[in-house]
């Protein structure tokens, strides 16, 4: 992650950033990173997700809505900084290199979304969130606003910004 934080003097992009480089950083061989990965996206994903993840929490001791604003509210801090920039240069390699796209939703965006559609189920359960919609078009709602920001560099990742883009979208998928 040091080699591509843009804080660091020295760093690079992830279109920049190559297997000899990530090796010669770690004081291994090229051998021994495709032991483990079978390219640089998957030891970028890998590190990355191990910090996304206790960053953005999704917390089962809280009513379902609760929890997904936390998480939403987290992931917008997170994307704020230095790991938006480097999310969305993960999104645009993966959009010209189908190992990375695979790669990607292999190990963030399913297991990711897997989370929210089992909190987005208890919140339907819990009757704060109609039943008429699958997880999986809650989900895209409830991360599209943030992704578009993200990728377009459009709007701000503010808390109250964020929140009451959150209420917006609840107003459209609240339980009547």
Do not use: C
């Amino acid at each position: 992650m040091k080699l591509l934080d843009e804080r660091v003097p020295g760093s690079m992009s992830v279109q920049q950033l190559s297997i000899e480089r990530i090796a010669r950083e770690a004081g291994v061989s090229k051998t021994t990173i495709y032991r483990w990965w079978p390219n640089k996206a998957s030891v970028i994903i890998d590190t990355f997700l191990e910090n996304h993840i206790l960053a953005t929490p999704m917390r089962e001791d809280l009513p379902a809505i609760d929890a997904l604003r936390e998480h939403v509210t987290a992931l917008a801090a997170l994307y704020a900084g230095h790991e938006g920039r480097l999310m969305a240069q993960l999104i645009a390699e993966s959009q010209y290199d189908p190992a990375t796209l695979d790669e990607f939703k292999k190990h963030f965006w399913r297991p990711r979304r897997d989370v929210v559609n089992r909190i987005i189920l208890r919140a339907i359960e819990e009757g704060s969130i109609r039943g008429d919609r699958t997880p999986d078009e809650i989900a895209e709602r409830i991360y599209a606003p943030i992704y578009f920001k993200l990728l377009f560099q459009e709007g701000s990742f503010d808390l109250e910004t964020i929140g009451a883009g959150f209420d917006l979208l609840l107003s459209g998928v609240a339980a009547r």
